[in-house]
Nanobody, 126 residues
């Protein structure tokens, strides 16, 4: 399985970006997906997750009401729409696939994900 993120870049505070993550393979629709980020000098942290069906979403408190995760199973793609960006959102953003098929538990935990993308840089200027 390969995960390829795109859509990062440089944006001013208050701006928006949409990240995409395309997965290889034919089983994408059977797995929950997550977005994580690692800011400069910080540990990687949970940002958002979406259930395998897309019916449930989960967010870190720091991004609630600003970020929206979604998925298009026909396109093997998960998205992260980021609005009202802040300088503290500056980080490398990673998408990841949940470890077990049809599992929507423990989505906030990094060790529950077995495949990771290479990351895409998001820089928010003040």
């Amino acid at each position: 399985v390969q995960l390829v993120e795109s859509g990062g870049g440089l944006v001013q505070a208050g701006g928006s970006l949409r990240l995409s993550c395309v997965a290889s393979g034919r089983t994408f629709s059977k797995y929950a997906m997550g977005w994580f980020r690692q800011g400069p000098g910080k540990e990687r942290e949970f940002v958002a997750a979406i259930s395998w069906s897309g019916g449930n979403t989960y967010y870190a408190d720091s991004v609630k009401e600003r970020f929206t995760i979604s998925r298009d199973n026909a396109k093997n793609t998960v998205y992260l729409q980021m609005n009202s960006l802040k300088p503290e959102d500056t980080a490398v953003y990673y998408c990841a696939r949940k470890r077990n098929i049809y599992s929507n538990t423990e989505l906030l935990l990094q060790y529950e994900y077995d495949y990771w993308g290479q990351g895409t840089q998001v820089t928010v200027s003040s």
